[in-house]
């Protein structure tokens, strides 16, 4: 076992519906309310500007919809999701599940010594948020960093590996996901990889050649 594991999130620790159903669906009707109630927040401020940027038109409540339906990996829209699902946890609204093999295989490497970390689309206070508020209570204590596409980069593009490695002060990391593309990334950044192919997800019958599969963590 390698001294750091990273690992992706949806569809590798937790069903691709948790995201793409849940919790897009308790965050579409709040992203207008959330904009208008906190625009004097310089993280959301910098959120609309930017989202007016990339969209090229000042209605930005349809361009986070228009980004939410193609599944987009945006980063403002991930910043503003990730405000309004940290407060969604804290109020109970929301509770994150996990596939039931996961918590036990974080605990075990936690146990054994394993520096764990997490390298998600969603934002890190989005993250925190849902290891913080879970069916199995608060695993936030068995997590050491977490990444995204603001403090790492795209999760399909080497450098973005080798920021984060550099973070963790090692080489000898080992990163979990099951998009295939990520892996090919983590690899071309020198790290171990494998793809965790669960069924009835997205990527459950995908070609995760040349990295070792599994189809749950132990």
């Given amino acids: 076992m390698s001294k750091w594991v990273v690992l992706d999130i949806e569809g590798t620790l937790s069903a691709t519906d948790q995201v793409l159903v849940v919790l897009y669906d308790y965050a579409r009707p709040r992203l207008g309310p959330w904009i208008e109630q906190h625009g004097d927040d310089p993280v959301v401020a910098d959120a609309v500007k930017q989202i007016k940027e990339l969209s090229g038109h000042d209605d930005v409540v349809k361009a986070l919809h228009d980004w939410m339906d193609a599944d987009q990996k945006v980063t403002p829209l991930k910043t503003l999701q990730g405000l309004i699902w940290q407060q969604g946890y804290a109020q109970g609204d929301l509770v994150a599940e996990f596939f039931p ?30 290891f913080r508020h879970t069916t199995d209570g608060d695993l936030t204590p068995l997590l050491e960093h977490h990444f995204d596409t603001v403090n790492a980069g795209p999760k399909r593009e080497a ?28 690899q071309e950044a020198g790290w171990k990889t494998v793809g965790v192919a669960r069924a009835g997800e997205p990527y459950g019958n995908a070609d995760f050649t040349p990295h070792p599969t599994v189809w749950e963590l132990s």
């Fill in 101 to 130: 093999d996961v918590v036990p295989a974080l605990r075990k490497w936690h146990d054994d010594g394993v520096k764990l970390a997490i390298f998600s689309s969603g934002s890190v206070a989005g993250q925190i948020a849902f």
């Fill in 159 to 186: 450098e973005s590996y080798r920021k984060i490695a550099s973070v963790l002060q090692s080489d000898d990391i080992t990163f979990y996901s099951d998009v295939p593309a990520e892996l090919h990334a983590a």
